[in-house]
Structures are given as structure tokens and as C-alpha cells.
């Protein structure tokens, strides 16, 4: 009993220590991503040196249009894109997670894996927005910075953004955001290959949630840093449950605003 009873703490720093480590991990990619976006932008000078660290290569990625650049490297951009925009915004559901884990219902690889399910869901989207971006620079509706050149694209994105804020799929989505304690209640799964199932169904929740707002890179241009870290702050906002729900209804408001000028200022002028 005594033997027993003189591991379990040794087991608990065991525990924590791994949690901790995957947290790292986490915050450590978030970093990472947003450090090679910036290394990503066109016409950025790289100090001497950098090449020896492949930085020129990345920014050389990003210097042509996407038609020109090839599929992968804009994968890589939306994929890392993904990883710096919509991993913050989940803290709290990898919070609660991890202190269920405390309780013993959760390990660190558990969480690894929760992580891992997430992402995955957000690489598939990353794939289809590379692709949609790569066929509209064919067509000369996409510039070298990633911006729609077509007020038509620009307005039937701002809209569909908008109108989707009041839509019944967005709110259900919102309400597991912003209730993560319930959505592990009602879809838990033990074990880690549970734990990537959950990450993929949390996935697919934050997906609901925000993929109208992050094709609005589209408008914006998808090497626009500035709007990633807005579209990034506006969506984990969104998902707190004190403050999201003042958020939801204004957002909507001035994106179909948004459309609208943008029609209008596309009208031609007349005497």
C-alpha cells in the first residue's frame, strides 16, 4: 500500500510533465506557422544569411502568382494558414480536455491525438482552398498577394460570410464551440484513436463555425497577415461564451455591408 501510494505522485509528475510537453508542441507550431508566413510574403528582403536556413526558399514560394507557384507551395500557405489562424481559437477545448485529463479520463497522447484530429480537418480544407486558388490565378481572378480581382467574387464572398452569421448551421456550431465540456459529455470516446475521433468531430465543429470567414482571405489576400490576425482574434472571440454571442449578429451586419458597397462601388459611372 505504502509502495503504491509513493508512485502515485511520481505518476502524476509523469502525467503533467507530458501535457505540458504537447502543449508546448502546440503553442511552439502556432509560433513556427506564423514565423514562416511572415518568411512567406512577397517582396520581403531577407537579411544575408537567411538562405543558409531556407527562408529565401520559402519566401520564394510566394513571389509568383499560385498559377505559376504550383499546387503544393499554396497548400503549404493555406495549411500554415490553418495552423496559425484556427489552433488559438481552440484553446479552450484542448483546455478542457486537458483537465479531464486530471481527472484521469485523459492522457497526453490523448491529447496529441485530439490535436492531430483537429488539424487533419482543417488540412482537408487547406487542400480544397489550394486548389480553388490555384484555378482562379489561372484565370486571372486571383493576384500574386492572393486577392480576388473580380468585384463579383469579392461581393458573393462578403455576402455568403454574412448571411451564413445567421445561419441555424453557424449556431449550432457556436453552441459546442462555446460549450466544450458538453461536447466532450456527449461524444466522448476513450482511448487515443477515441481522442482523434473527437478531434476530428471538433474539427468539423470549428469548421462549421468559421469557413465562411476564412475564405474571406480570398478578398483580403491570403498572404495579408493583418487580417489574419483579425479574422483570428474575431473568430476566438466568437467562440467565448460571455462575449461570442454580442459578436455574431454585428459581424454578420457589416459583412453583408460589406457586399453591398462593394457592388456599388463596382457599378460604372454614368453623367
Partial sequence: MGWSAGLLPRRHSGREFGRQLVWGLFFAGVLAAWGLLFAMRPGLDLPAGWQELGADYLASLCRGTAGTAGYLPVLAMWALMALAMMAPTTVPALKTYTDLGHAGAASASGLAALMTGYLAVWLGF??????????????GLIDPLGRSTAAVLNAGLLATAGAYQFSRLKQACLTSCRSPMMFFMAHWRPGNAGAFAMGLRLGAVC????????????????????????????????????????????????LLAGAVLTVFFALPITN
Avoid: D
Avoid at 126 to 139: P, T
Fill in 126 to 139: 487547406s487542400a480544397l482552398c489550394a486548389a480553388a486558388q490555384v484555378l482562379l490565378s489561372r484565370y
Fill in 207 to 254: 469548421l462549421g463555425c468559421c469557413w465562411a470567414l476564412m475564405l474571406l482571405a480570398f478578398v483580403a489576400g491570403t498572404m495579408n497577415l493583418a487580417f489574419m490576425g483579425l479574422a483570428m482574434v474575431l473568430m476566438a472571440i466568437e467562440k467565448m461564451p460571455a462575449i461570442g454571442r454580442y459578436l455574431t449578429v454585428p459581424a454578420g451586419v457589416a
